[in-house]
């Protein structure tokens, strides 16, 4: 019961009663000149049930308000709480956020340590998947105002990832190798053996991508590396792209075909480096 509920309640209008009479006989024992001993026996006999009738009552009203002020209190401590809760969030998020810049700026050094020709962008933060997309498609948060060109090699410590297929001022969308839309000058680092790698949307579905025209002879098995093969200067020489899982003869029997784990786990990819420039961009060469 609230305040407000027991002004309202019979208790509270019993007690204004009693209150009433009372003083009625008090006003009419003075008038009468009613005995002192015969007007405090009354008087008592009267007050006694009011006493405790009003102690009750001021028992349940300091219940009620000490009730009230708790839950203020307990307001309160929770608004604090949360309040800082919030705030070690904020700093939880912007320590995260550090970490992968951090981690970012690492990666893209790696990268220039082993390739000095290489020009990079600043790291570019991966911003959400295309939607729908087997390929693992995403944008990111660099676009034409950083540099950023079409067909430019999309690359991470890792190896390959794919390239720039649509762009705008600030963000792009990066296609990637498991797509049917690019093919890829490849070659096995330990045999030697040229092909090209393309991508399949089954294959998308499960991290896969194929690579094709292999030498019917091929001695290429499961563990070799992949690389871009640099020969149409759309791509650098010996950017990782994938290791041999299963190598099988096509139904033709003129070549063999290798099935590929990418070397990237685009799963996981916060940032990436757009390759703006390099030695024999553009170029055509014969095979490495």
Do not use: H
């Amino acid at each position: 019961m609230n305040l407000n509920a027991f002004f309202r309640s019979t208790r509270f209008r019993v007690l204004l009663c009693v209150l009433a009479l009372l003083t009625g006989i008090m006003l009419y024992a003075l008038k009468s000149g009613a005995q002192t001993d015969y007007l405090t026996r009354l008087l008592n006999g009267i007050i006694s049930p009011v006493r405790k009738l009003s102690s009750a009552v001021s028992g349940e009203v300091n219940e009620k308000l000490d009730t009230y002020f708790e839950s203020k209190a307990y307001r309160d401590e929770n608004a604090r709480l949360r309040g800082e809760i919030a705030r070690l969030n904020e700093q939880l998020i912007g320590y995260d956020d550090a970490m992968d810049e951090l981690e970012a700026l690492r990666d893209q050094l790696g990268i220039k340590e082993k390739n000095a020709d290489f020009v990079l962008s600043e790291p570019c933060k991966v911003l959400m998947p295309v939607t729908n997309d087997p390929a693992r498609g995403f944008l990111i948060d660099c676009g034409e105002d950083d540099g950023i060109t079409l067909n430019a090699p999309v690359i991470c410590s890792d190896g390959l990832i794919g390239v720039v297929t649509e762009l705008n001022p600030s963000y792009a969308t990066v296609t990637t190798l498991l797509s049917p839309e690019l093919s890829i000058g490849a070659v096995l680092l330990q045999t030697g053996d040229s092909g090209i790698v393309e991508g399949d949307l089954r294959n998308a579905v499960s991290n896969q991508t194929k690579m094709l025209y292999l030498d019917k002879n091929s001695s290429a098995k499961e563990g070799d590396l992949v690389m871009t093969a640099g020969t149409t200067g759309l791509f650098p020489y010996g950017l990782p792209i994938g290791n041999v899982q299963e190598v099988k003869l096509e139904d033709s029997g003129l070549t063999k075909y290798a099935m590929l784990a990418p070397s990237v786990d685009f799963s996981s990819l916060k940032s990436v480096n757009v390759l703006l420039d390099f030695k024999g961009k553009g170029e055509t060469f014969g095979e490495k």
